[in-house]
């Protein structure tokens, strides 16, 4: 089996990360916000494409404001804009990172079950051969398998 990651947190920089993290959480939690996916779905949404129309619109929304009718808030819709600037330059790099953690931890895992799945079967190749504490080994892990749960699961449910 091939190892391709092997990651470990001093003790130390696991206290650090959980400090930028709860420093970052700190400062952000109370002023961003939360929407439900069909909120999310039904809104317009302002992409890389969109951002020069967005800006060059405030801009006329600025220059001519006796044009605006009273339900645009110009200096409201610059917040807005400029919050996306910002927010974006924290996002990018952020959400790289993420993906990364992502990557990583399905590498790991993938790694991990892996070597469970060939440790199962040597112990239940061990049972077969009579080796001591090999049977109750494979039969604990047998009824740790995901799979064998799931299919129990699905049998009780057609049974109900």
């Excluded at 079967?121 to 109750?136: F, T, Y």
């Amino acid at each position: 089996m091939e190892n391709r990651i092997s990651l470990q947190l001093s003790e130390e920089e696991k206290t650090q990360l959980n400090g930028h993290i709860e420093g970052i959480v700190a400062i952000l939690e109370s002023k961003l916000h939360t929407l439900l996916p069909e909120e999310k779905r039904d809104l317009p949404k302002m992409g890389d494409k969109t951002v020069a129309f967005v800006e060059k619109a405030l801009e006329y929304g600025e220059q001519y404001p006796g044009y605006m009718p009273n339900f645009i808030d110009v200096p409201e819709a610059r917040i807005d804009f400029e919050t996306v600037r910002l927010l974006r330059k924290f996002n990018t790099p952020l959400a790289r990172l993420t993906t990364e953690i992502d990557d990583t931890m399905t590498l790991a895992g993938s790694e991990a079950y892996s070597a469970a799945l060939s440790i199962y079967k040597v112990l239940k190749n061990a049972a077969s051969m009579g080796q001591p504490g090999a049977k109750e080994a494979a039969i604990e892990l047998k009824n740790r398998f995901p799979r064998a749960r799931k299919k129990t699961e699905k049998v009780e449910e057609l049974s109900e």
